[in-house]
């Protein structure tokens, strides 16, 4: 596998796809007031980082940097089901954590759910740590909270 993790655009068809399968799990997955995605548009706003991880032009992972003042926080970290276990979401997380330090931010969080243990064992592997909810996240009792300074 030749991983490549490069910038791309949401509104374009490949990256488009690959948030919406991520939403559509969550859809799947949890009830409206628990999703905490942004719209598609909104992950081509100039406070986001978006980047795909691809394999000889195949889209395998997509994730985000939502930058604020202050951190960042990491938003559609996803990589389809036949890629996972290949490291793409470690990949993923490190050229995001990359973004953040070229921001000059020192601290990511995060906002996911128990239900997707999977990835809280990538995030916590990965350094993050759990926390309480931040910005305007309210503790709904499925939410997981993560933080990690760079």
């Known amino acids: 596998m ?3 993790i490069v910038a791309a655009r949401t509104i374009d068809p490949g990256p488009r796809a690959l948030v919406e399968a991520s939403q559509g799990l969550m859809r799947a997955m949890f009830r409206p007031e628990q999703n905490h995605f942004l719209p598609i548009e909104a992950l081509a706003a100039p406070d986001i980082r978006f980047l795909v991880a691809r394999d ?3 889209l395998l992972g997509c994730g985000a940097l939502h930058v604020k003042p202050g951190y960042g926080e990491l938003k559609s970290v996803f990589v389809r089901d036949a890629a996972r276990g290949r490291g793409v979401g470690a ?3 490190g050229a995001l954590e990359a973004a953040a330090r070229a921001e000059g931010l020192g601290l990511i969080r995060l906002e996911t759910a128990d239900e997707l243990a999977a990835a809280c064992r990538l995030y916590e592997r990965h350094g993050y740590a759990r926390r309480g909810p931040f910005d305007s996240y309210a503790d709904n009792g499925c939410s997981v909270f993560m933080e990690k300074r760079l």
């Open 2 to 4: 030749s991983l490549e």
């Open 56 to 58: 000889e032009g195949a």
């Open 91 to 93: 990949a993923l997380i």
